[in-house]
Structure formats: C-alpha cells, structure tokens
C-alpha cells in the first residue's frame, strides 16, 4: 500500500466491517466482511453470500474482488478480512487462488477481528507458487 499505511489498513477494516454488516449467512452463520484497495486508491467492500443449495456461496473475498472488476479496476494493494470470531479467518483456498489473480505476490491481506487482533500475510505466503495469468503468457 501506498500513502500513509496505518490509515489506509484503518479505513480497510471500516469498510470490511461494514460488509461484515451486509453478510447472507443464514445456513453457516459465519459473518464474513472483506475490504480492499486498488492501486488507483479505491476502497471496495464484500461479503459473503450463502445460497439454500450450500455448494453455490461465494466468500467476502471474492465477491469484494468481483465488485472491483465491475467498477472497471483489476488491481490491488491490500486486503482485509474481517469477522467477530475469536480466531482469525484467513482466505480459503479457491479465494488464495482468486486473490493471486490480481493481487501481486508482496501485496498484504490481514485477518482482524472485533477484538482488533491481526494477522498479516502476503500473497506468496498465502499461495506460494501460484499458477496466475503469467503461466499462460509463457506458453
Ligand atoms: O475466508 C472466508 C472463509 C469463509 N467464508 C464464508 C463462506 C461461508 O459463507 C461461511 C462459512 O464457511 O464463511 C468467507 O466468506 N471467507
């Protein structure tokens, strides 16, 4: 992230707070809010949204991805995950291989939690070795 870090990390956790309040949890029950920062400086928000047929929910991580590629922006610096469980959330494995689409591999995403504790990773650390767009460009 660019300017002025611990502002930019602070209003990442507000906006994924405030997905965390639009969260379609009825089956799970598990709030899921995620925010991140393009490179142009744009903040976007998620959540995740549950279906009745379980198989078919998409996670805050990657509907907050989605709603930046249709707002026209496709790359990133940072991303929050934000949940009120004790235990952090990281990203789950079909959201590392979407984050690694459009994240590069030092961009930060941290787990915060209503208690305010905090993990950072970066991307690499959550999917090292990744296949990305790149593995398709040497063919
Ligand atoms: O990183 C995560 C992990 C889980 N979930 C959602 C999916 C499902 O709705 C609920 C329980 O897995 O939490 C997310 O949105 N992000």
């Avoid at 997905?19 to 959540?47: R, W």
């Avoid at 496709?74 to 959201?95: D, I, R």
């Amino acid at each position: 992230m660019s300017v002025e870090k611990n502002n930019d990390w602070q209003k990442l956790i507000e906006s994924a707070q405030q997905g965390y309040n639009n969260a379609y949890a009825p089956y799970s029950k598990f709030h899921v809010g995620a925010a991140a920062i393009t490179e142009q400086g744009t903040i976007v928000k998620g959540c995740n949204v549950e279906n009745a047929s379980y198989g078919l929910t998409v996670c805050a991580e990657r509907n907050c991805i989605a709603q930046a590629v249709i707002q026209g922006q496709q790359t990133f610096s940072a991303m929050v995950v934000y949940t009120e469980q004790e235990k952090l959330t990281p990203p789950c494995g079909a959201c590392r291989q979407v984050i690694a689409e459009f994240f590069a591999p030092e961009a930060e995403v941290m787990a915060v939690n209503h208690l305010d504790n905090r993990k950072t990773w970066t991307v690499a650390q959550l999917l090292p070795d990744a296949f990305t767009p790149k593995n398709l460009l040497e063919q």
